[in-house]
């Protein structure tokens, strides 16, 4: 069974820096894309920045250019890297991901279980 597992998540005062990582793992033939998403409470979820095998990236116009996304295709592990943390960056952070497993011939999105950053003094 295919698993996403979020860490780095944590309190941190604004103008702070975290860095995310989300690593898949089971049986994966490939990865099409990664992506990190987060939600905050009474908000919809939202997308804060994506990378597929090629390394292309897409992100969210509130990052403003503070946070990176970047992968290590051999480790099945995404990274975001979080700079300049404000208040409102406060949310649930979920790790995404499009694969195909082993045996299987189309894709499917999978989810993490969540990791929790707060921004505040």
């Known amino acids: 069974q295919v698993q996403l597992v979020e860490s780095g998540g944590a309190l941190v005062q604004p103008g702070g820096s975290l860095r995310l990582t989300c690593a898949a793992s089971g049986s994966i033939y490939s990865i099409a894309a990664m992506a990190w998403y987060r939600q905050a409470p009474g908000k919809e979820r939202e997308l804060v920045a994506q990378?597929?095998?090629?390394?292309?990236?897409n992100y969210a116009d509130f990052v403003k250019g503070r946070f990176t996304i970047s992968s290590d295709n051999a480790k099945n592990t995404v990274y975001l890297q979080m700079n300049s943390l404000k208040p409102e960056d406060t949310a649930t952070y979920y790790c995404?991901?499009?694969?195909?497993?082993?045996?299987?011939?189309?894709?499917?999105?999978?989810w993490g279980q969540g990791t929790q950053v707060t921004v505040s003094s």
């Open positions: 995404n991901a499009n694969i195909r497993r082993i045996s299987y011939i189309t894709n499917r999105s999978y």
């Open positions: 990378i597929d095998s090629g390394g292309s990236t």
